[in-house]
């Protein structure tokens, strides 16, 4: 029998019916691509939209929903790497990714294959470091296999030794070591937990992803969830209290304190 158990790692560092709420007064942007029958390599995933669409408003204001080869690689690239995401990924509250993630974690780089963009792999760790996020975005949500693998998770979402990680500015990242399957309405049921169960942000995405895969070449603890905070008792407080009602009102940190959340399938 698996063992489904929490486990929370805090680390310092320097430096089907569908759920209906009022919109709160926060903007989404959300991103699925299924079609990666033009990129060697990359398998379709016929349910990766259904995901985003069963998403719905995330209960916010949807700025924008791009799908397939309406996905292009500057969505998500800093504008410093001649991407867009000051258009895009990084200027909307909440952005949520549906589709392939990396395809391991030796190399200490998160990357996503966009189609659109003549298959080019927009990634984050490594030379260069073309997206993370430091402009609007505070929570991101990646329901993509391998977005969270041991190797990224301090050179990617930490940026340590680096220039910054992705969580730079974020306030919690959700992700993957393995996701699944690919289809789960694992959006759906986030927003149904954290509405009708009031259950915290962490809580809700540890709930809603749990499942038992092969690990292959990703980990077999999946799904995660990444926190910051200013201090241990800061990050402590944002796991076990923040929720989609009331993210917006703690302030972005600027402090090196994170607390890695994730679900321990063992051997399943």
Known sequence: MRNRGQVRTMIALAGVILVTSPARAYTVGKECIENYSSCPGNSNLP???DETDFAGDFNGSVSFYWKNNDVFWGDMADVTEGGHDDQWADDVDVFLFSGHGS????????????PASACDYVQSGGTPQEFYFDREAELVFLDASCTGVLGERYAVWYG???DGGMMIDLKQGFAFMNSPTDSGWRFWKF???TDNLSMTNEEAWLEA????????ICDDESPIVFTKGDSASDVTSRVDNMSMDNFQ???TPTGGWYIWSRVDNGSC
């Not at 395809?103 to 966009?114: A, F, Q, V, W, Y």
């Not at 992803?209 to 292959?216: A, I, Y």
Request: hydrophobic content about 20%.
């Open 249 to 251: 009102s703690y302030s």
């Open 209 to 216: 992803g749990n499942g038992c895969v092969d690990p292959g």
């Open 160 to 162: 340590y030794g680096g």
């Open 47 to 49: 349910f990766a939209c």
């Open 191 to 193: 927003l149904n937990y």
């Open 103 to 114: 395809n391991g974690g030796s190399d200490n780089i998160l990357g996503i294959t966009t």
